[in-house]
């Protein structure tokens, strides 16, 4: 629900952490913008507040031209409604596809879209298309055409005429705008966030874990090669100054799937996290909240692909991310293709699962053990690709450790870093452990049956029971405090 004392405060002092959590409509000149405006601020008897573009949009009020409402960050959304608006822009599904798919009735359905969107699907739907043709006119310079076409319209006929019909202008027009943002020949693409936002620790996070010629993270900037159904490419992440954004460019043989990799990237770097909110609720532990007003820009570091990840997850049980990463470089120089068109130092695309069936990963330095897992996890993951799309953990938990070598730790872990999944938590993370033990065991190592010899280190370990307890507090952000449980080692 939106709070109008608190959409008038964050307007006035323009408030970037409120970008993309809400707009301000202008009753006198039907225009709607986002709080970072740099317009003069109208007055509040004039306004009227909305939770989404799409909802401004279809009360009947205009995008702004100067603040351009279509490149705000995405806001933090339930999961539910998430993954149902997911299947309806990426899938066209009806209302009745929609219910099906999900489980839930026609009337539940509308009900969620109603409560958390304020419109019926169709509404959202036809308003997302012609804000997303927008969001690439004027935040990308992929040509017209494909802008149509990646923002859901069949012709370019219907998408002229549903553009002009709706803002009074022409795609070309609108793309005019563009010039203001970007200036480059390649695919370029704008992608905003709510501050803080902290690019130089996020990178750090990143170089510590490169895989050679798959991935090379500079001084600033992050750059990587990808496989994505059957198109190749690379894409380079770099900061823009003085922007709440950073700048993306691609390289990539099909343009179809440029939405896809605008959607991985943001995860990556966890653009639409709302971070105010998270280090609200998580500074209320004496143990976080110092560390958290160390490093306030810190996010939840993705991953691009979710097979890739799973394959690292599991070679990193137990060993230190140095190693892990090692294992997981000699795996990809091993198995996976060169990229075509490769450029400089990205040469490599990560083996896909079809490239892993056969493998036997023997002589590049793993355990038999880790080999055996390595090979049944990717018969599993072979069998049932969309398993790891369910988002309920329990769900997950239960069925990934019944493969023999898949624990909780790397099913949290795949979760929290692969799934994005913002409440996983590895309770049994060494780093996690190491944390929290003096806190919780503070009691116990001072405890006079403490024998002189003992080693105070190897007794005052906490166990995973009082550590998912302390963790119950965290909820539903607790991959967020495992990263700072991380931090506070560091
Ligand atoms: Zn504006």
Redesign the pocket.
Known sequence: MLDTNTCHKARMSKDARFDGKFYTAVLTTG?F??PI?P?RAPKEENVRYYLSAEQAQEAGYQP?K??LPELAPNPTLPTTIQALITSLVEGNLSVSELAEKHQLSTRQIQRIFSQELGLTPSQYLQQHRLLKARQLLTGTNIPITDVAFNSGFNSTRRFNEAIKASYQETPSVIRERLSRNLQSSEISILLHYRPPFDWQAMLEFFRLRQLPNIEVVGENSYRRTFTLGKANGWFVVTPIEGKDALKLNVSIDNLRCLDEVITRVRRIFDLDADMSVIHRHLSKDDLLAPVIANHQGIRLPGCWDIFEFSIRAILGQQVSVKAATTLAGRISQRYGSNLENSINDLTLCFPTPAQLANADFQGLGLTNSRMDTLKRWIVFYLEQPKALESFNLDELTELLTAIKGIGPWTVNYLAMRGLSQPDAFPASDLGVIKALSPSLTKSQSTSPNLKPNQNPASNSKASGKEISARAEQWRPWRAYAAIYLWLSLS
């Open positions: 225009i913008c986002r405006c317009a702004c100067r603040c």
